[in-house]
């Protein structure tokens, strides 16, 4: 079974919760996607306590491990802050690292990104870093002590699927033990499916499920594409041949002429 | 005493943290905060005083991907 940061997880979809059209919506799509993580955020509360609260009660509710986020911020401090004060109000070290560099791309700054992750690691968070495929920022991610990386396959929302599978092959290849989970950039199930079968051991959704024209359908779409891609890889891929082989013998035909 | 409270310019009269939450009537266990950049644990409000032009953030759960 994958474990992240020794807690065992059976499900290998993570879900975001941003951007569904309604609450019920969202609390259906958890359900349905069977995820047992759910990455949330903080903001600034501006009403007086009470929205916050709302959303804070249903997710509470659900009873899944929340995966706190620091989205948005720019600078390693920033982000530091943030996971603090996320740790205080969901009292948990998880926190999913990001440290946005490029306002159009939302490519984080891996630079800043190791950096955080060095002064989190050290206060005792688990680091869930959003990084790019570049296996020197992996290295530093865990030389920093990083247990888990959260490679991106093509920019947040862009639904493109992976743009570089030779690059996710060789992230697999070079940190096989190293749970690698793709956060960022999925459209579809097919994409997810085929980075499962890549051998990575999750995927994180957020967009792919909350903007399609049924969010709770699409949540089961992906969870049943996710498994898929983790069974075929398992199982063991055929590559493919550039010749034609017969799939039925061709010993023992019959000779009619 | 002008305080920034979540980038908003207030002119108030809280001499604690707790104090400030109280008067603008801010309430639950989910709120998270900080002065001046860095966190003020929960336990930490009733005894952060605060000065002129603190910065205050005061955050809480919200939808994330």
């Known amino acids: ?257 | 005493m002008k305080l920034i409270v979540n980038g908003e310019n207030e002119d108030l009269e809280s001499a604690t943290l707790a104090d400030l939450l109280v008067t603008l009537d801010y309430e639950g266990d989910w709120l998270a905060t900080a002065v001046n950049g860095e966190i003020v644990h929960r336990k930490d409000r009733a005894s952060r005083v605060l000065s002129d032009h603190d910065r205050i953030e005061i955050l809480s759960p919200m939808q994330g991907g």
């Open chain 1, 1 to 257: 079974m994958l474990e992240l940061y020794a807690t065992p997880v059976s499900s290998r979809l993570l879900l975001g919760t941003a951007r569904y059209p309604s609450p019920a919506i969202l609390a259906d799509a958890i359900i349905v996607s069977e995820t047992e993580i759910l990455t949330v955020s903080l903001r600034r509360e501006m009403a007086r306590g009470q929205q916050g609260g709302a959303f804070f009660g249903m997710i509470r509710d659900l009873g899944r491990r929340i995966l706190p986020n620091t989205a948005g911020c720019h600078t390693a401090s920033e982000a530091v802050l943030t996971a603090k004060m996320a740790r205080e109000v969901f009292g948990t070290n998880w926190v999913k690292l990001e440290v946005i560099g490029h306002q159009d791309t939302l490519q984080p700054d891996v630079f800043a990104l190791v950096e955080a992750a060095r002064i989190l690691c050290a206060e005792g968070f688990e680091v869930f870093p959003y990084t790019t495929d570049d296996l020197v920022v992996g290295e530093k991610l865990l030389d920093a002590g990083c247990r888990v990386l959260m490679p991106w396959c093509a920019p947040i929302g862009s639904a493109m699927g992976p743009q570089n599978i030779p690059a996710l092959r060789s992230m697999r290849a070079h940190f096989p033990d190293v749970p690698l989970i793709v956060d960022a950039g999925l459209g579809r199930p097919s994409h997810a499916a085929l980075v499962m079968e890549l051998g990575f051991d999750a995927v994180l959704l957020n967009t792919a499920v909350a903007g399609a024209g049924d969010p709770v359908q699409m949540a089961g779409a992906f969870a049943r594409a996710v498994e898929a891609g983790r069974s075929g890889y398992q199982a063991g891929l055929l590559e493919p041949r550039d010749m034609a082989v017969p799939s039925t013998p061709v010993i023992g035909k019959a000779v009619f002429s």
